[in-house]
């Protein structure tokens, strides 16, 4: 079974207008991390934004935010406004770990190419 | 913002040959990484590092391959007998515990 999953291989979004990127995620474990990261044409992974499976409220950064619902196992990336500058490949991740610790491998969904419309 | 930082960027060899992909992780990260991307495909895991000893690694990372810490600052992954497939986007990363995973812009292999 698939531990990450990213339904959408590609979305269309109209400049400044939101979009939400879906995934979801398969673990056993009470302690894990959830990650996203953008990787534009150029192809380096630039990290978005985190959520711990304990944190009690939706993590932000700026115009990013995780749309995080722990029974559904669910942690879809809202991005606000979007930009020209947006349109790239969007991973989730997931880090599956014991006690709060923050280190152990990374385990990538199959990503989500997002271009955004002028 | 410290940076994770690979060289080469993109580096071609003939099948059958040794490569090694260098990177140097963030001074102060304890734990580091390697993973795969096959042009157009999900990002894959290949091994974790931390200590001086491998920690973790999947099934791809094979006798093929090794990695090592041969100083303070350098990880370095080598392939041993360069295969077609093994063709991708390899990146390094690190992180320190409390904090999030860097990555560096990756080495493109090309194996002809």
């Known amino acids: 079974a698939q531990k990450i999953t990213q339904t959408q291989p590609g979305m269309f979004v109209q400049e400044k207008e939101a979009v939400t990127l879906d995934c979801t995620y398969d673990?056993?474990?009470?302690?894990?991390?959830l990650f996203w990261y953008k990787q534009p044409s150029s192809g380096e992974m630039i990290f978005l934004i985190y959520?711990?499976?304990?944190?009690?409220q939706n993590a932000t950064e700026g115009r990013y935010s995780l749309n995080f619902q722990k029974a559904r196992k669910s942690a879809n990336l809202v991005i606000s406004a979007s930009q020209l500058g947006d349109s790239a490949m969007y991973f989730c991740?997931?880090?599956?770990?014991?006690?709060?610790?923050?280190?152990?491998?990374?385990?990538f969904g199959q990503g989500t190419i997002l271009t955004v419309h002028p | 913002e410290p940076e994770v930082t690979q060289t080469p960027s993109h580096q071609v060899t003939q099948m059958g040959q040794e490569v090694i992909l260098r990177c140097v992780p963030i001074?102060?990260?304890?734990?580091f990484y390697w993973y795969r991307q096959i042009l157009g495909q999900k990002v894959e895991f290949l091994v974790s590092?931390?200590?001086?000893?491998?920690?973790?690694k999947s099934e791809i990372f094979d006798d093929q391959f090794s990695v090592e810490r041969p100083d303070g600052s350098n990880f370095t992954l080598k392939i041993r007998s360069t295969k077609l497939e093994d063709s991708a986007m390899y990146f390094c990363?690190?992180?320190?515990?409390?904090?999030?995973?860097?990555f560096g812009s990756g080495t493109r292999l090309t194996v002809v």
């Open positions: 001074s102060n990260h304890l734990y």
């Open positions: 990363a690190s992180n320190q515990q409390g904090d999030g995973y860097t």
């Open positions: 959520q711990g499976s304990y944190d009690q």
């Open positions: 590092f931390y200590n001086n000893e491998i920690s973790e």
């Open positions: 673990t056993s474990d009470p302690s894990y991390g």
């Open positions: 991740a997931m880090r599956e770990g014991a006690g709060g610790t923050s280190y152990g491998k990374l385990t």
